[in-house]
Structures are given as structure tokens and as C-alpha cells.
């Protein structure tokens, strides 16, 4: 039973808790400046990204994806910002007309080039395949101090947990700057922090996040932890930094949760096989957003903007 | 002063001994402008195709509550947003106690319009209050007892004290806008922004407010306001600063802020009104 | 290429031409409808409906088998669609109203979620031993190869009744989504008008889903009102040239996509509609890009020129080297920042105007008037000849201005 738990799901679950956290965190400075769709944004993008490394590069190689990956986010949030500006179209449409755009290139792309001999499909994209990160090598937890069977952990494990360390470590020594200038801009103006630079570094460390999990879980789990968690977070408290650590925790607790109903789940139910992981950590993220939404004791508007019907 | 001119001004219905000279902007003394804790030259702003503010050439002074002042539109936030950087300016120059003004951020505090920002932001009113404390903290460092009793003083200079731990979605308007003072007070500038403080405040608010801007200019700190009622400037200000998408005029409230310049200003029968209620707000005082 | 033409003007079968004339009248509807959504500045809840269909074709699909059918009918998979999209609908609306979260986080919240949950119900599908082959995974990028005619009849069917729903509804629509307020005080309803809309949004990404699947169905709301609003400032317009061009890549799109393998119709009437975005984005006569930085320049040129005149003329040193460099162009000011004849002599009429301006406020009390002295209209554009000589009279004779005045 060990020997399997550890074989079978402890990386899943390790790499599904790590994707969750490292969008959860961005995510929750996202939905406090109104950019909560930049993730959805981002995670379409993706697509194009890995079939341009691709064609480039000629291989599936990991790093040249996530370059490429990598880059048509940037790209996406440039062009965003661009559409924007130039064409002065509000934030929201601007967004949709990008990266429907992209998402479109990239499926036309894939279909033109000869990549159905790879591992590169549009549905891995999408929903990304957390079931198959196991950890052949181990035999139980005593694995653990195994270096043989340490070195054979599936690549991206290592990989998310160090992109989920360095989100962590953004977020706490930017914590101040980001607060303010989410909290007030044209006072973070005044006293000389650089505001643009803040905002796109959050945009790219949300696309470095997002880039990183969807190979792993796909690009619905991204969306998902990216809203949820923090969405459900901000009911719960009224302190920033109480709600980035809820967030935090709801991540967790989706992915974790997540993973176990999936695999476990049909048996519960008299089905044989499991389901899509990814899925259902994106079904119990919004689960959880949901009771929150019920139930969470600072649910109701105060500040400005208070619904006059509700007052 | 020619006869000609005489004969306008008697035109319009205003005294005589108006000067038309001050609005060209006559040169600035050099010295004057470097010692100036605010002092602006040339500065122009536009949305799309319309100067919101053309060439405006500023001098504040110091250790002195001023007033920019103008109608709606006339481009009172604009002029201060563009000076501090916050919105692009199409040209011009601003020194800050005679330095360019990045390198100046450090003496100045600023108090944004209260509407500005999001109400419902997930904080605190002493986090709030700490903000102003950024550039002495920097990124990582934490937040000492000295400097947390500092924020929780400015913080008593407008009245919050017991409001501390209150989400600042939870405050009237009034005590939002303290809250940003007690802000712009943690920041210990030399030099005062303030974008329309009075705006929407309760009388007890407006009193506290002015208070502690007169409290500033004792400790010899230069405060600048975007103001809309005139009929306290005289009450509450020095110096005053005219403006209607151009500069109209600027200098001391006593020789400046007169019916000519509001004339001016406010331009037609919008300025009889406020001069009519100027003068019966002047007569009760 | 003979392939192509024959797909354009519908000679490539008759599944082909059916899709074809489907996708432009989807095309048109959609267009329309999500000019109505763009004006609300709601682009996105497409988004989101177009997201939530996933989960209902997958619960259509297995209730359908459960029932003794083999779950592949398009009519019942498209009903099950359009109830999730409903409820998604709806819940975005929920909490956006209930909770303080704001639309956005409302939009990405239920978008993620119905999509994962209707990624899970599709793992249940595959696990059925009438799944294996349902081939419900082709609604994510729609596929139009090897559609039934029975499949294609849906779609056409389906695009004209969208069309006949937008010509009923374009009153109404023009109204409200242009000015609410005004359209409640005529009396329409205006919550009832949005239902109507917002059905519309989700029949049109229903009956999108085959053709151009969820993902890309928002594109077809959202590219063509983007597009259109380049080409004019009226809503009423911007209605019917957003409605014009999603038929066009709609057509267009199904046309190519027909008419060669490897050519999928969902991203190339995407894209079509992209290309035309982009060409309004650059060259569009008054909005587009490339007039705007033309007129921006021109009119930081004029800021520049009037400043550096006015500067002239009280004799002050000029350092803002755009200032100099656009005096020096105009010929107003030599190499060295000395004026030129022709400087001093506009530098003088730009001062001796700043004094008229003097003059008319003071004697005009009408601030309609003054209140357009903003440094670059020209006087004469405001009073007429014999009202500027009343003001020179007042003022005395011209003065001129001294040369050497601009420092470099």
C-alpha cells in the first residue's frame, strides 16, 4: 500500500500542490488589480509557444518548450498591453482578441507540421496529464534516501518545485511594492517605485508559473488556481497577507483533494478507472471558491462599490 | 498701465490697477526657483488633442500653505499628477528644492484624490499608514517598534488613533481621507502634494485636516494643495495659484487672489457667482 | 488554388457549401451579438459561456446513452451545451453581484472550474463502453471534416435563425447597448433585452461549437466588434460592420478550410477575422494606429513650436532641444538660437495674441468662448476679424521682438 502510494501518486500530488501554490500566489495580486483574465490569457498562449519551439528546434526537449512557451506569453501580454493602448479597446476585449488570435496560430501550426510522431497535442496542453508523473523507481518511502531511485524522479518535479520556490521568494521581497502600487498607483508614482516595471514582473512571473504547471497539469488547472484559491481567499479575511496565506492553503487543499477524488473517486462509485486530475482539482477549486462564496465571513462588498440594494 | 486698458477693465466691471502683465509670466528671479520646493517650467499635458494644461510655469514657496485653484477642468490635478511624474507630461521641467525631482522623492509626500483607489483593498488603516514608511524600510526589513509608535503617532496627529486596526472599507469618507494624510505624515517630507484633501470631507474632517497643515507650515514644511472652495483660501492659505489650462496668475492671497484674477480664472458670469459668494462668505467671517 | 475557388463560390460539395453559408451566417450573428457585449464592456463572459458548454456535452452525451441512444446526436449534445452555458451564465452573474469578487475573477472562476469539470466528465466518457469512439473531444477546436448532412443542416438551420433573431432584436439592441439609460426611459426593458442578448451570445457559441469549437467560438464574439469599432463611432454602425465582417470570415474561413486537408476551419476563420483586425488596428482613417502617431507627432510639434514662440518673445533662454529643433526646421531660429527674421516676426504675433486673448476674456463674459484658451487655438478661429481689431485697439501698436534672444 505504501510502496504504491509513493510509486504511484506522492509525485503527482507533490508536483499538483507545487503548480497550485506557484499560481495561486500571483494569482492573488491578479484579481486585486482586475487582471484576473491575464491567466486565462497566458494559459492559451502556451499552445502557440510550445508548437513554435517545436518547429524551431525540431525536438521536445523541455527547456526549448518552456522557452518557447515562456516567450508567447510575454509576447501576449506585450501585444495585450499594445491593443490596448493603441487601439484604445478596454482591457478585457483587447485580451480576447489576443490570444483567440494566438490559440488560433498555434492549433493551425501544429496541424500543418508533421508532429503527430511527438508527444504534443493539443488535449496534453489542455488537461495535461498529472496521472502518468510517477515515480517507477521507488519502492516505499524508504526510496527517499535512495539516491538510484532520487535520480529517477519524473523531471518535473524538481522543476515545479523550483519555480514554486522562486514565485515564493518574488512574492516576499517584492511584497512591499507590489502591495502598494497594487493598492495605490499614483502613490506608488509619487514616492518613485517603478510601477510598470512591478506590474510586468507580476505578469511574467504569473506566465513563468503558468508555463511551468501546464506541462504538467495542463492549462485548466492553471486557469483555475490562478482565480480560485485567491478568489476564495479574499472572502475569507480582509488582510493581504492573511489572504495570500488562505490562498495558499485552498491550493493545496484542491490539489490534494483534487488528486485523491480522481483516483479514487470511481472506485468509491463501483467505476474501475480514474479520471482527469487535472480536472478535478480545478472541479474542487471551485468547490471550495463556492462555500466561500456562501459562506466566507467577508463575502459582502464594504468599500466603494457597495450595492445600494444590499446596503 | 495704458488708458485703453482702463477702459476694459472698466468693461468688464472690474476695478482698475489690474495687471495684465502678471499673466505673461514675467522671468523668474533664478535664485527664487532654486530654492523653490516645488518649482515647475513649461509644463504641458494633453489628452488627445487638447492641452489640459499649456506651459504652466509654477513657483511655490516655502515654510507656506498654497493653493492651486481653478474650475473644473482647468487641469488642478493634472498639473500636480504631471509634476510628480504620474501621468506623461508632453514637455516641461520640475525641480524639486532645486533638484530634478527623481532625485528629490525622498522629501516629498503626496496625498492622492481619495476616489483614486480601490476602498475595498484587502488592509488595514495603520498598513495603510506604513505605506508612507517604504523608503525608509526598503524591501525585507521589518518594521521596528520606533517606526511602527511613528506610524501610530501620525496616525494620532489626525485623529485615528483608535481606528488603527479598522479595514479601511469600514471608514467614512472623512476618516479615509485622515487616513491619508497620517500617510503623507509617516513619509516626514519637507515638501506636501495634496490632490483636493477637502473634497467630500464632514466639517470636524476639513478642521482636522487644516490643522495639521498649519502644524506643517510651523515646522517650516512647504504644503501645496489642489483646492476647489474659495471661499476658504483666504481663511486657510498664503499663496495661491490661478489656473485655466494656462497660468493666470500667482503670489501671495492677499495681493492675488482678487475679483480681477478670479475674473480671470473662472472667466464670466460662473466667476460673479463665486465672487458674489466670496464677498457675502468674506462678510459673515 | 482551382480547389479554393471552387470552395468559394461553393462548388465544393454540398456539406461544404451548407457549412459555408452556416459559418457566414453564424459569423454575422456573432458579430452582432458581441458588439453588444464589447459596448458593455463585457467581452469576456463569452469567455466563460463559451467555456461552460464543455461540461453539458458531456453530460448530454452520457444521458443520451443512458437512455438507449448512442449519444452522438448533434441536436441533443448542442441542448445539453446550452444548459451548462446557461448556468455558467448565471453564475458569473451571481457572484459578481453577491460576493465582492468583480466580474473578472467571476469570468475566470467559472470558466476554469466548468472547464475542468467537463474535462473530468469526458475521462468518464472514455471509460464507457459506447465513449470509446463519441469523439466529443472535437469540440474543443470544433472540426468540420467529415460532417453528417444532417449535422450541417443543424448549422445552417441554426445561423439563419440567429440572423432573424438579430433583425428582431436590432432596435433594442442599438439602444442598450449604446445608452441603457436612455433605451429604459423609452420604455423598452432593459434586463430583458440583456436576457434576450445574452441568449443570443450562447445560441450563437452553441451552435458555433462544431464548426469552431469552445475556444475559439470567443473569438468570433470579440475580433469582429474590436474590428468594427475602428471604422466608425457610431454604435448603430458598429453593429452591422462587426455583423459584415464575422460573415466574411466565417465564409471565407469554412471556404479555405474546405478547400485543402491540414487547414482546420475553426483557427483559419479565426484568423481571417485577425487579419482584418490587424489591417484596421494600422490604417483605419481616424482611430488606427498610424494616424494617431501622425496627428500625436503633429500635435507635439505645434505644443513645441507656440512654446518655443512665446519663449522668444520674452526674450528667455530655450533649452528643450525639441523646442529648438522644431524652430529651427521652421526656419524660425538659426543653428546658433539666434531668431530669424521670420521668428521674430511670428514670435511677436504669438505675444501680441497671448494680449488679445487678455483683452477678450475680460471682455467677454460668455466662458463657452474663453474657455478655449488653451495656448494652441488660433484667435482667429474664435472672434471674428472686426472683434480682434477691438482688441488691438485697446492694446496700442505691435512690438517687436529682440533676435538674439534663444540660447542653445
Not at chain 3, 464592456?41 to 458548454?53: F, G, I, Q
Not at chain 3, 481616424?286 to 501622425?294: M, Q
Request: hydrophobic share 55%.
Amino acid at each position: 500500500m505504501h510502496a504504491e502510494f509513493v510509486q504511484l501518486s506522492l509525485t503527482p500530488i507533490l508536483i499538483g500542490i507545487f503548480a497550485s501554490v506557484a499560481c495561486a500566489l500571483p494569482g492573488n495580486f491578479l484579481i486585486l488589480r482586475r487582471q484576473a483574465l491575464i491567466g486565462d490569457a497566458i494559459s492559451h498562449v502556451v499552445l502557440p509557444g510550445i508548437v513554435v519551439a517545436f518547429l524551431l528546434t525540431g525536438g521536445v526537449a523541455s527547456m526549448a518548450m518552456m522557452l518557447g512557451a515562456a516567450g508567447a506569453a510575454v509576447l501576449a501580454v506585450l501585444l495585450i498591453e499594445a491593443v490596448k493602448r493603441l487601439g484604445r479597446i478596454e482591457p478585457g476585449a483587447a485580451m480576447g482578441v489576443v490570444f483567440t488570435s494566438m490559440f488560433a496560430g498555434g492549433v493551425l501550426l501544429l496541424e500543418q507540421s508533421d508532429t503527430s510522431s511527438v508527444h504534443l497535442d493539443v488535449q496534453h496542453a489542455l488537461m495535461g496529464n498529472l496521472e502518468s508523473l510517477i515515480w517507477f523507481k521507488a519502492k516505499g518511502w524508504h526510496s527517499l534516501a535512495d539516491p538510484a531511485a532520487l535520480a529517477a524522479l519524473p523531471d518535473e518535479l524538481p522543476r515545479m518545485a523550483l519555480v514554486c520556490l522562486v514565485v515564493v521568494a518574488l512574492t516576499v521581497i517584492f511584497w512591499r511594492p507590489l502591495k502598494i502600487s497594487t493598492f495605490d498607483e499614483g502613490f506608488a508614482r509619487a514616492i518613485g517605485l517603478p510601477v510598470a516595471a512591478i506590474g510586468f514582473g507580476l505578469v511574467v512571473t504569473a506566465a513563468v508559473a503558468a508555463v511551468a504547471a501546464f506541462d504538467a497539469v495542463g492549462s485548466i488547472i492553471v486557469i483555475a488556481m490562478f482565480i480560485c484559491p485567491p478568489a476564495a481567499a479574499r472572502l475569507m479575511t480582509n488582510r493581504l497577507e492573511a489572504q495570500v496565506l488562505w490562498s495558499v492553503g485552498f491550493a493545496v487543499l484542491a490539489a490534494v483533494l483534487g488528486y485523491v477524488f480522481a483516483g479514487y473517486g470511481p472506485l468509491w462509485f463501483g467505476g474501475a478507472e480514474a479520471v482527469s486530475a487535472a480536472g478535478m482539482i480545478a472541479a474542487v477549486s471551485g468547490l471550495i471558491l463556492g462555500l466561500a462564496c456562501l459562506f466566507g465571513p467577508c463575502r459582502a462588498r464594504v468599500g466603494q462599490g457597495r450595492d445600494p440594494a444590499e446596503a | 498701465m495704458t488708458p485703453t486698458m482702463t477702459t476694459a477693465a472698466r468693461l468688464a466691471g472690474l476695478p482698475a490697477g489690474l495687471d495684465l502683465a502678471a499673466a505673461d509670466g514675467e522671468a523668474l528671479h533664478p535664485e527664487a526657483a532654486a530654492e523653490s520646493p516645488l518649482s515647475i517650467r513649461g509644463l504641458t499635458v494633453s489628452y488627445g488633442e487638447k492641452p489640459a494644461v499649456f506651459s504652466v510655469d509654477a513657483t511655490f514657496p516655502d515654510g507656506a500653505l498654497s493653493a492651486i485653484i481653478g474650475p473644473n477642468g482647468a487641469g488642478k490635478s493634472t498639473l500636480l499628477k504631471a509634476a510628480l511624474g504620474i501621468i506623461p507630461r508632453l514637455s516641461g521641467e520640475v525641480s524639486v528644492f532645486g533638484r530634478p525631482i527623481d532625485a528629490a522623492r525622498a522629501r516629498i509626500a503626496y496625498v492622492p484624490q481619495r476616489a483614486s483607489v480601490d476602498w475595498d483593498f484587502p488592509t488595514s488603516v495603520l498598513d495603510v499608514v506604513s505605506m508612507g514608511l517604504y523608503r525608509r524600510l526598503g524591501l525585507l526589513r521589518r518594521m521596528r517598534s520606533e517606526e511602527r509608535a511613528h506610524a501610530l503617532a501620525c496616525l494620532e496627529r489626525v485623529g485615528m488613533t483608535d481606528f488603527a486596526d479598522r479595514q479601511i472599507g469600514q471608514l467614512s469618507g472623512g476618516q479615509q481621507q485622515r487616513v491619508f494624510l497620517a500617510r503623507a505624515l509617516a513619509q516626514g517630507a519637507d515638501l506636501y502634494l495634496l490632490d483636493e484633501p477637502f473634497a467630500g470631507v464632514d466639517a470636524a474632517t476639513e478642521r482636522a485636516i487644516i490643522e495639521v497643515l498649519k502644524s506643517l507650515r510651523a515646522e517650516g514644511r512647504a504644503v501645496v494643495c489642489v483646492h476647489h472652495d474659495l471661499s476658504t483660501v483666504e481663511s486657510y492659505f498664503d499663496h495661491v495659484f490661478l489656473i485655466n489650462v494656462r497660468r493666470i496668475a500667482e503670489g501671495p492671497v492677499a495681493s492675488t487672489f482678487t475679483a480681477g484674477n478670479l475674473q480671470a480664472t473662472y472667466g464670466g458670469r460662473l466667476a460673479a457667482g463665486h465672487i458674489e459668494q466670496l464677498r457675502l462668505g468674506g462678510g459673515t467671517a | 488554388m482551382s480547389d479554393l475557388l471552387a470552395a468559394l463560390t461553393l462548388q465544393a460539395g454540398y456539406n461544404a457549401a451548407l457549412v459555408a453559408i452556416g459559418a457566414a451566417l453564424l459569423g454575422f450573428a456573432a458579430g452582432a451579438a458581441g458588439t453588444f457585449l464589447f459596448l458593455r464592456k463585457r467581452a469576456l463572459v463569452s469567455d466563460a459561456v463559451a467555456h461552460a458548454t464543455l461540461p453539458g456535452v458531456g453530460l448530454a452525451f452520457i444521458l443520451m446513452v443512458a437512455l438507449g441512444g448512442d449519444g452522438r446526436s448533434l441536436l441533443g449534445l448542442l441542448a445539453g451545451s446550452a444548459v451548462t452555458a446557461g448556468v455558467g451564465l448565471l453564475l458569473v452573474e451571481w457572484i459578481a453581484r453577491r460576493t465582492r469578487l468583480a466580474e473578472d475573477a467571476a469570468i475566470g472562476a467559472v470558466l476554469s472550474v466548468f472547464f475542468g469539470i467537463g474535462v473530468v466528465l469526458l475521462t468518464v466518457i472514455q471509460t464507457m463502453s459506447s465513449g470509446r469512439q463519441a469523439g466529443l473531444e472535437s469540440f474543443l477546436l470544433g472540426s468540420t471534416a467529415g460532417m453528417l448532412y444532417l449535422d450541417a443542416v443543424v448549422i445552417a438551420v441554426g445561423g439563419a435563425l440567429s440572423v432573424l433573431a438579430v433583425w428582431v432584436l436590432r432596435r433594442p439592441m442599438t439602444l442598450v447597448s449604446f445608452d441603457p439609460d436612455y433605451a429604459a426611459a423609452c420604455g423598452y426593458d432593459v434586463r430583458r433585452i440583456d436576457l434576450a442578448m445574452m441568449a443570443l451570445v450562447m445560441a450563437v457559441t452553441v451552435i458555433g461549437l462544431k464548426i469552431v469549437g469552445l475556444i475559439l467560438i470567443v473569438a468570433m464574439l470579440i475580433v469582429p466588434p474590436v474590428t468594427a469599432r475602428f471604422w466608425t463611432e457610431r454604435a448603430g454602425r458598429v453593429i452591422w460592420i462587426a455583423a459584415g465582417l464575422g460573415a466574411v470570415s466565417g465564409y471565407v474561413g469554412a471556404a479555405v478550410s474546405a478547400s485543402a486537408p491540414a487547414l482546420p476551419t475553426g483557427p483559419i476563420i479565426v484568423l481571417t477575422a485577425t487579419a482584418l483586425f490587424l489591417l484596421s488596428l494600422l490604417f483605419a482613417p481616424a482611430r488606427g494606429v498610424l494616424a494617431a502617431v501622425l496627428r500625436h507627432r503633429r500635435f507635439q510639434r505645434r505644443v513645441h513650436r507656440r512654446q518655443g514662440l512665446l519663449a522668444l518673445a520674452r526674450g528667455e533662454l530655450i533649452h528643450d532641444p525639441l523646442t529648438l529643433s522644431v524652430l529651427r526646421r521652421a526656419g524660425l531660429i538659426r543653428a546658433d538660437g539666434v531668431a530669424t527674421e521670420a521668428g521674430r516676426a511670428q514670435a511677436a504675433k504669438a505675444a501680441r495674441d497671448e494680449h488679445r486673448w487678455e483683452i477678450a476674456r475680460l471682455v467677454n463674459q460668455d466662458t463657452a468662448l474663453t474657455g478655449r484658451y488653451d495656448g494652441l487655438t488660433p484667435i482667429e478661429r474664435v472672434f471674428t476679424a472686426d472683434q480682434i481689431a477691438e482688441f488691438d485697439r485697446h492694446l496700442g501698436p505691435p512690438r517687436p521682438v529682440a533676435g538674439d534672444a534663444a540660447g542653445a
